[in-house]
C-alpha cells in the first residue's frame, strides 16, 4: 500500500488543503477590508460524512469486527448550518469585521495546527513500523 494512500494520511492531507485554501480566503478579506461594496467570503464547510464516503468509495471501508463497534448506518449525518448574522455593511457597502475575520484566521490556524501534529504523529508511527 502506498503511504500517502492510507485513509487517515490522505484524510489529513485533505483537511490541511481545505485549511490552506480557507486561510487564502480569509486573508483577502481582511485585505480588502476597507474596498467599498466587498463582502466577506468564506469556505463551504468540509463535511465528514461525505469524506468518509469517499473513503468507502475508493475501498477503505470501514469494517465492524466487534459487535460493540459503530456501524456505518448508525452515524448521524445531519448536517449543521452557522447561522448567517444580519448584514451589517458600512456606508460603503463593504460587509468585512475585522473582528470576526481574525477569529476565524485564528481558529483556522489552530486547527491546521492540530491537523499537522496528527499528520506528523502518523508518519512517526508508521516509521516505526516499519523499523526506521
Known amino acids: 500500500m502506498n503511504l500517502p494512500d492510507m485513509p487517515l494520511i490522505s484524510l489529513l492531507r485533505e483537511r490541511m488543503s481545505w485549511l490552506h485554501q480557507r486561510q487564502d ?3 483577502q478579506n481582511v485585505a480588502n477590508a ?3 461594496g466587498y ?3 468564506d469556505l463551504k464547510a468540509q ?3 461525505d469524506m468518509l464516503s469517499g473513503q468507502i468509495r475508493h475501498g477503505s471501508a470501514l469494517n465492524a469486527t466487534d459487535p460493540r463497534h459503530i456501524s456505518i448506518s448508525s ?3 445531519s448536517r449543521f448550518e452557522d447561522e448567517a448574522a444580519p448584514d451589517q455593511a458600512n456606508p460603503n457597502g463593504n460587509a468585512v469585521s475585522l473582528e470576526e475575520e481574525m ?3 485564528s481558529d483556522t490556524q489552530a486547527q491546521f495546527q492540530a491537523a ?3 499528520y506528523a504523529k502518523a508518519m512517526t508511527m508508521m516509521k516505526t513500523a516499519i523499523g526506521h
Open 34 to 36: 476597507d474596498t467599498p
Open 47 to 49: 463535511d465528514f460524512s
Open 25 to 27: 480566503v480569509l486573508s
Open 103 to 105: 477569529i476565524k484566521v
Open 75 to 77: 452515524l448521524n449525518t
Open 39 to 41: 463582502v466577506a467570503r
Open 116 to 118: 499537522s501534529n496528527l
